[in-house]
Every structure is written in C-alpha cells, then in structure tokens.
C-alpha cells in the first residue's frame, strides 16, 4: 500500500489519507482539516460527528477546524464569518515529504482569493503543516506578502474523542484566569483540574501551558507554541440539540481543548514576516 493516498469521496470532497509506520490519518482539502488521526494499535485522537455534513459551505464538524484570520467573532463586524474564513475554503496541497525521523509531512496553503479580499484586504500566505509521526504535530504559518501590516487572531480548534466527558479532567490550567463565555464573559480563576457538568465556554488567557486531557485509558498531552490562550469548549445536552451536525449525545464522546491565539492574544505581522501556532499532540496509554 502507498504511504500517501489522495481520495475523492462521492460528496466530491477531495481528502489526503496517508497511512505510515507510525500512523493512519486524512486531511481535506476543504479547510485544511484533519478529521483522522490514530497511531497504529492504538485509539482514535480526534473526534468526528456522525452527522458531519460535506458541503462547501459549512466547516466540517469535528477533526481540527482552522480558525483564521480571527477566532470566534469578528472584533469589529459580527456579519463576518465566525472563527474567520479559512475553515471554508479549498486550500492547496504544497508539500509532502519524509523527514528524517520518517515521519510524513504533509503541507497545505492558502492565498489571499475574491473571497478572502472582501472579509480581510490583504495578500497572505498561510500554511497548514502536519507532522504525522507517532505524535500529530500541527503548525500554522502566517505570512504577510502585503505591503501593510495586518493583525490576526486564529485557532486550532481540537476536537478529541474521549470515553466519557462526564469521567474525564483536564489538567494544566489550575490558576490560570479565563473569560467564562456562558456567564457574560466573567473573569474568573480556575481552582484544581477542569471537569464538565454543563456547558462550558471558557477563554484561559495568559498561559502557555501544556494541557493532559484524562481520559479513562489515555492522557492526552496537549504541548503548544505561540499560543498564550486555550479555549475549553464542550456544547453539553441544550446546544448540542440545536447543532444540525451534531447527534444529540456526542456531547458525551468529545472535548475541545483549543490552541488559540483569541481575545488579546493576537499578532499584528509586518511585511514578509511570519507567525507560527502550533500544538503537538500526543496520547499516551495508561496501561
Ligand atoms: C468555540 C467557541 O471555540 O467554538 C464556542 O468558544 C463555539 O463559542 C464553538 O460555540 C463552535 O463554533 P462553531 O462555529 O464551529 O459551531
């Protein structure tokens, strides 16, 4: 078998699928978004809904939604798209290779286009890397090809398959203040790890922390690189009712915990310089 596959599925979505010693994962071409990712003999990473709908004009429900070149909704002109434009369109596949630890490498691209122009005037180049090793590494690079300095905000926002969101915490943040989006964006400060009960929407800013996701037979280590805010989302039972892409227990089987750069933590770019998000995800078992 091929180590690097490209697939056109009968939605007409055109995938990446790639299948080497380490593991199997896919990328579509609509977003940039890896929606698979398994290291062989062990458990799927990330989380896809069973009612995720392939159509162009919705971002895919589950995976790693790109988030760009805003995260949530945009500072100025809530008419925008929310979590920005780049998790609907057709990127480019620009890249794949083997580096030396034989790991793939897979690289897509996208480029300032008619769309683009209208909800962000400016030339860019912005990849999308995926390291696909033992561990899913997963980088962002936006350069500014324009001629003025533009300002971006963004987000890998992770969706991880897990046992049971009412069994699992999430360690990593324990102090660190967040803007809790259910509660009218209160400040608040988090006391111990984080479990769910209800919905839970929360901005952790100031931290560059790393993440470990406990799930019943895995922790999930969440590592990242210029990113100083986190996003912990779960839609829990009401808002999952009202997600056309969304069964209404999936809440239960998945958790977002989201390498932003959200709320202050954004980054204005010079001409032909660069910003880099980037997370390294690695689950590691129990037993
Ligand atoms: C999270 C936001 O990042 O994304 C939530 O904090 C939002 O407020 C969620 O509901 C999902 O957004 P979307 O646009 O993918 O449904």
């Known amino acids: 078998m091929k180590e690097i596959n490209i697939i056109i599925e009968k939605s007409g979505f055109k995938a990446i699928e790639i299948n080497n010693k380490f593991a199997s994962a896919k990328i579509y071409f609509h977003g940039a978004h890896i929606t698979h990712f398994q290291p062989h003999g062990e458990e799927e990473l990330l989380f896809l809904s069973k009612d995720v709908i392939f159509q162009g004009t919705t971002p895919l429900r589950g995976g790693i939604p790109i988030c760009w070149p805003w995260f949530g909704s945009h500072p100025t002109d809530n008419t925008k ?13 620009v890249n794949t290779e083997n580096n030396a630890e034989e790991e793939t490498i897979v690289e897509f691209q996208l480029t300032e286009n008619e ?17 696909i090793g033992k561990a899913l590494t997963v980088e962002l690079i936006t350069k500014n090809r324009d001629n003025k300095p533009f300002t971006i905000g963004g987000a890998l926002h992770t969706y991880f398959q897990i046992e049971d969101i009412n069994k699992i915490s999430i360690m990593g943040l324990d102090n660190v203040k967040y803007l809790d ?19 839970v ?24 690189k210029g990113s100083s805010s986190t996003v912990i989302w779960n839609p829990w039972i009401e808002k999952s009712k009202g997600m056309k892409d969304f069964q209404n227990n999936e809440y239960l089987k998945m958790v977002c915990v989201e390498t932003t750069n959200a709320l202050n933590d954004i980054y204005e770019i010079k001409p032909n310089k660069t910003h880099s998000l980037s ?5 590691k078992g129990l037993l």
């Open 81 to 93: 798209p929310f979590h920005g434009f780049a998790r609907n369109q057709e990127w480019e596949l």
């Open 115 to 131: 769309l683009s122009i209208n909800l962000f005037p400016y030339k860019f180049a912005l990849i999308a890397k995926f390291t």
């Open 279 to 283: 997370a390294k995800f690695n689950a």
């Open 181 to 199: 989006a259910t509660d009218d964006w209160k400040i608040k400060t988090q006391k111990g790890d984080i479990t769910f009960h209800k919905l």
């Open 201 to 224: 929407d929360s901005v952790y800013i100031d931290t560059t922390e790393t993440c470990i996701i406990k799930d019943l037979n895995r922790n999930i280590e969440v590592n990242k």
